[in-house]
């Protein structure tokens, strides 16, 4: 069974800082990697997500996530945060040809103005 | 229309009662998903229908009974609640089920007296 692990419960930035949040997962076949964000008080919306060829992928909101097959990550990444970005992150796996999504336990990040 | 519709958005019940909740999609999606938030947790799976038919159930109570009437909507009835049932209960739909984002409802806020 597929397992994801987000190395981070909370993250406190300053505006205009970087953004790097891990997601590992385990998983030996085809994976489709997901991002999801949950802004306070509203639904899981889907930030980008990977299935096949470039590995660099880019979203919604400046946000972009690198897959590195051999380190089995899918790292989530935004140059300068905004206050707006203050929200709960999730990675999530879909093992190839699964219904199943399986989602990391997700990461706050709360961006200081 | 890209939106999944929950109703109610809250509800409170006591461990004798018998409710519903509904989820509706008009996206045209064949593949719907009931999943279950705990506070600070991230979703986790309950059930999926393909095509109206069961097809994963992750070994949940008999209290919960899913119900797909036809290709838009999603039922979840609840009998015998307990308190620890409490949670917010997500509705999802993608459009066949595998390798593909799902669209995520608002939710049903859910408490159990």
């Known amino acids: 069974a597929q397992s994801v692990s987000q190395h981070n419960h909370h993250v406190i930035l300053s505006e205009a800082a970087s953004l790097e949040l891990g997601c590992n997962y385990s998983y030996g076949g085809t994976v489709n990697l997901f991002w999801y964000v949950q802004y306070p008080g509203q639904h899981l919306q889907l930030l980008l997500k990977?299935?096949?060829?470039?590995?660099l992928v880019k979203g919604i909101k400046g946000f972009e996530a690198e897959f590195i097959k051999s380190k089995f990550s899918f790292n989530l990444r935004k140059p300068s945060v905004q206050w707006s970005d203050t929200a709960e992150y999730f990675c999530a796996v879909n093992a190839g040809g699964s219904y199943q999504l399986t989602f990391g336990k997700g990461t706050k990040l709360s961006v200081i103005p | 229309d890209t939106e999944v519709t929950q109703t109610p958005k809250h509800l409170v019940m006591g461990m004798t009662n018998k409710k519903s909740l509904k989820c509706e999609q008009h996206?045209?999606?064949?593949?719907m998903y009931w999943y279950k938030q705990k506070a600070k947790k991230p979703p986790e799976l309950m059930f999926v229908y393909s095509y109206e038919k069961l097809s994963i159930n992750e070994s949940v109570p008999s209290r919960f009974s899913p119900e797909c009437p036809n290709s838009s909507l999603l039922n979840l009835h609840l009998h015998a609640l307990q308190p620890e049932d409490s949670a917010l209960y997500l509705c999802?739909?993608?459009?066949?089920?595998?390798?593909?984002?799902?669209?995520f409802g608002s939710g049903t806020q859910l408490s159990v007296l």
């Open positions: 990977y299935f096949s060829g470039d590995p």
């Open positions: 999802a739909s993608s459009l066949t089920g595998q390798r593909e984002k799902l669209f």
């Open positions: 996206m045209g999606h064949r593949a």
